[in-house]
Structures are given as C-alpha cells and as structure tokens.
C-alpha cells in the first residue's frame, strides 16, 4: 500500500518504488530506499512531513503515492 494510508506517529518500511526512472532517482536522493525506515509526522492538505534518516522531509501526496510500503 502507498505511505499515503500510513497515520501520523506510524512508523513504515519502504518495500518498493515505483515511477518513471527520474522519479526513482529523485525520491532516492532524498532517502528513500527499499528497507528504509519512515516515520509519518503529518499529513494535511495534501502534504505528508515524513522523517526518514535523521532529516524530515516534505513531500506532496502525488509523490508519496509512489512510495509504497509493508
């Protein structure tokens, strides 16, 4: 399922990516890998602030659509 259904305060790990290559390597760029830990800090108004590492991170849900998860 996409980390868009993941709650607040949820943590997640990433089992899979999918998009176009470019998107691929943007999302990896900024963390997200397969097997990658995610914590969900917010998700209003169509943005998601994901901690992943030791960085929080702003996504849109588009984007976090692509990121999927077990």
């Known amino acids: 399922m996409p980390i ?7 943590t997640v790990t ?9 998107v691929r390597q943007h999302l990896s760029e900024m963390g997200f890998v397969v ?3 995610v914590m969900v800090i917010s998700n209003i108004a169509g943005q998601m602030i994901l901690q992943v590492k030791d960085a929080r991170i702003a996504i849109d849900t588009k984007m ?3 990121v999927m998860i077990r």
């Open 4 to 10: 868009t259904m993941a709650k607040p305060g949820e």
């Open 14 to 22: 990433i089992a899979r990516i999918t998009g176009t290559d470019a």
């Open 35 to 37: 097997g990658e830990q």
């Open 64 to 66: 976090a659509n692509r």
